[in-house]
């Protein structure tokens, strides 16, 4: 008999389902083998409002129906009262901050990062134990970019002592020494940040669908990662950062920011933790540590996956939309039982 393994719970904590035909086509390609993931809120309009919200979270379930799966919802971060916080805080899990334009669907977010001018939110947050998720990055050097935002994680991290604060989808060396230095710093790892560097995409012949914000780095940044990835380090959790695009607007003049992995990432990282005999750290890494530093008990949700072979489709369609999923056309070793 092939060899066996089980996933309980998995989570993805950082998630893009997009909405409308899109949701409907990637929605059930997470919800299939995923107890829940963190969706983010950079639709067009941003996810602001109770009412937005609210139907956002109805139509993935409806998208979803076919799976126990619960969506975990994220309102995107403005300056909000602490009146609307209370109100709204048992509906979300988190609310995420985008700097202004860094990345796809932000021009909404905030154009400076100040802990003093945003403490009435902040301060709000910290009290209702919301945590904040934050898309890193200034608007430095593509490369750099990350490495520069280091001193706004640390100067929030100090300002609100008791706010958890989510490092979201962390791509370098910096970031994975600065998430050990505060007890209030999380992060969330990509699968594809734990395999490609800026050589997968660019060394060769452009890879437009494996670009993505923050652009994949150096050898010994991917190195760092894996490493507290693979021993399943309590500050890091998977979030795959899935980010669908239709096939057009990857390979164009232009190309639009996204890996898209959800059909994918349960497989690679068994695979990828297989190979650097962890596997035993599995679950801590795609489901518990996202538990305990979110503090929510998942629904109960195995997953077994079996080492036989799995063909990635070229391309997944549906609904008059279609994407490209990472590994397309390629085999992989273990299958979705
Ligand atoms: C994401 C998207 O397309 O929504 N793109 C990406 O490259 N990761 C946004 C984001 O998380 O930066
Ligand atoms: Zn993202």
């Known amino acids: 008999m092939s060899k066996e393994i089980v996933l309980n719970s998995p989570l993805d904590m950082h998630l893009h389902l997009r909405d409308g035909e899109m949701l409907k086509l990637v929605g059930p390609l997470t919800s299939k083998t995923f107890a829940g993931a963190l969706v983010m809120p950079n639709l067009v309009p941003p996810v602001t409002t109770k009412e937005a919200l609210l139907s956002y979270k109805n139509r993935i379930k409806e998208a979803c129906k076919d799976d126990d799966f619960e969506p975990l919802m994220t309102l995107f971060f403005q300056e909000y009262s602490r009146e609307f916080l209370e109100d709204i805080k048992d509906e979300i899990i988190g609310i995420k901050l985008y700097p202004a334009g860094i990345t796809t669907n932000s021009e909404n977010?905030?154009?400076?990062?100040?802990?003093?001018?945003l403490r009435p939110t902040l301060e709000a947050m910290s009290d209702f134990d919301i945590p904040l998720c934050i898309h890193g990055e200034t608007n430095g050097f593509v490369m750099d970019r990350e490495k520069e935002f280091m001193p706004v994680y640390e100067g929030l991290a100090k300002a609100f002592p008791k706010l958890k604060i989510i490092m979201e989808h962390i791509t370098t060396k910096d970031a994975v020494e600065l998430v050990e230095k505060y007890d209030n710093l999380f992060a969330t790892i990509t699968l594809h940040h734990l395999i490609i560097t800026l050589d997968d995409v660019a060394g060769g012949m452009l890879q437009p669908h494996l670009f993505c914000k923050p652009i994949a780095k150096r050898y010994e940044d991917r190195d760092a990662l894996l490493k507290v990835a693979l021993e399943a380090n309590p500050k890091v959790m998977f979030g795959s950062d899935s980010a669908p695009h239709p096939k057009h607007k990857k390979e164009s003049c232009g190309c639009a920011a996204g890996v898209f992995t959800s059909p994918i990432a349960l497989q690679?990282?068994?695979?990828?933790?297989?190979?650097h005999d962890k596997l035993d750290n599995l679950n801590a890494f795609l489901s518990l540590n996202a538990q305990k530093i979110y503090n929510f008990k998942p629904l109960t949700k195995d997953i077994t996956l079996v080492k036989k072979e799995f063909i990635v489709p070229n391309i997944y369609e549906g609904f008059g939309e279609n994407v490209v999923p990472m590994y397309n056309n390629q085999k992989l070793f273990w299958s979705i039982k």
């Open 268 to 275: 690679v990282l068994v695979e990828l933790f297989e190979k």
């Open 109 to 117: 977010g905030v154009a400076a990062i100040d802990a003093e001018s």
